[in-house]
């Protein structure tokens, strides 16, 4: 049985949620799956870093953190090596970059991704700003290595809506789709619609960790459309960047608004959505009232959706979480499955 050997770049929740995960797992993908794996080299820019190409012992770099330890220290590792010297260094042949990322440049996760790449090792990625700004560049880059680039969570975290649009609609030709693609914004909408202000949902977010301390990712919109790009250019064959897409967030609705929809029969939702027309893209990210009747409507608190209308099936929805620790490390694990599946048998 392969032993795939894992290096990460990050190890904050996605990346101590991705390590539960595979403690927990352990014995069951290798008797269902024949998939084995070894974590041999860790980066994070707070928490410190190790290489050890025997591999880490993952209760104990998670044991480190909790209390607070830098991953510098860990017993019979090498420490001190930032991200680009991990890769540099490290005998992995998978690469999981789930670092921070800032969306407008798309670094320094794209100079990660690109680096991995280009040495032969596959790579799975969380982060949003490469796969909106240069998946072209990437996907080519991977095939010209002979090896695979992989992003499921970019998207709806563990809730596979990529695979689904590749793998499960093949055959079909995708005309449109338009989704709820941010957990947050759909959360605080939703309890606006009981009566609640902007101002008062925000705080009440922020306390439960569904937003941050700067709310703007979410609530400007800007979240959901790296995600309408990432969909836009994946699945409906589209070259746009984010530049190229009008959008609006939720910071402009307020209750009178919402009292006002609910009296149409409609409910106020953040939709990002993509179409082709005449052999071009339209996209665009806004709040938009839909009628009970659309399936979207129902999508409640921090849940994702997105409806894809095809030319054989109609109309086709997958709902999901779209954020969390367990549900985007779970994204993270059905990419190395399906390397191992294509690759490592």
Not at 70 to 87: Q, R, V
Not at 89 to 95: G, H, I, K, Q, R
Request: charged content about 25%.
């Amino acid at each position: 049985m392969k032993t795939w050997k894992i290096a990460m770049i990050g190890f904050g929740t996605v990346g101590q949620g991705l390590a539960e995960i595979l403690l927990a797992k352990e014995q069951s993908l290798k008797d269902e799956e024949g998939f084995a794996c070894s974590v041999v080299a860790v980066s994070d820019l707070r928490l410190g870093s190790v290489l050890a190409p025997s591999g880490i012992d993952l209760k104990e770099a998670l044991r480190m953190v909790k209390e607070g330890k830098s991953l510098d220290g860990y017993p019979g590792g090498k420490g001190g090596l930032d991200a680009a010297a991990t890769i540099r260094e490290t005998n992995a042949d998978v690469l999981v970059e789930i670092g921070y990322t800032d969306i407008r440049t798309g670094e320094p996760a794209t100079s990660h991704v690109r680096q991995a790449l280009a040495r032969g090792m596959h790579v799975v990625t969380t982060n949003k700003g490469p796969v909106a700004l240069f998946l072209p560049d990437l996907l080519d880059l991977a095939r010209s290595k002979g090896v695979r680039f992989l992003f499921e969570g970019t998207v709806m975290s563990g809730t596979p809506v990529l695979s689904f649009a590749k793998k499960n609609l093949a055959g079909c030709r995708v005309l449109s789709f338009s989704g709820i693609l941010n957990g947050t914004t759909n959360y605080m909408l939703t309890e606006m619609e009981k009566g609640m202000g902007y101002d008062e949902i925000l705080k009440k977010a922020q306390e439960l960790g569904y937003a941050e301390a700067v709310p703007d990712a979410d609530v400007k919109g800007w979240d959901a459309l790296g995600k309408v790009v990432i969909l836009s250019n994946y699945v409906l064959g589209a070259r746009v960047k984010p530049s190229d897409i009008p959008c609006e967030g939720i910071t402009e609705i307020t209750p009178e608004k919402m009292k006002k929809a609910a009296s149409e029969g409609k409910r106020y939702k953040l939709i990002g959505r993509a179409s082709i027309d005449g052999g071009r893209v339209q996209a665009s990210v806004a709040p938009a009232t839909l009628p009970l009747s659309d399936p979207l409507a129902g999508v409640s608190g921090p849940t994702n959706a997105v409806t894809f209308e095809t030319d054989l099936l109609g109309s086709v929805t997958v709902v999901g979480p779209g954020a969390g620790r367990a549900a985007t490390g779970f994204a993270v694990l059905a990419d190395l499955i399906d390397i191992h599946r294509s690759c490592g048998k």
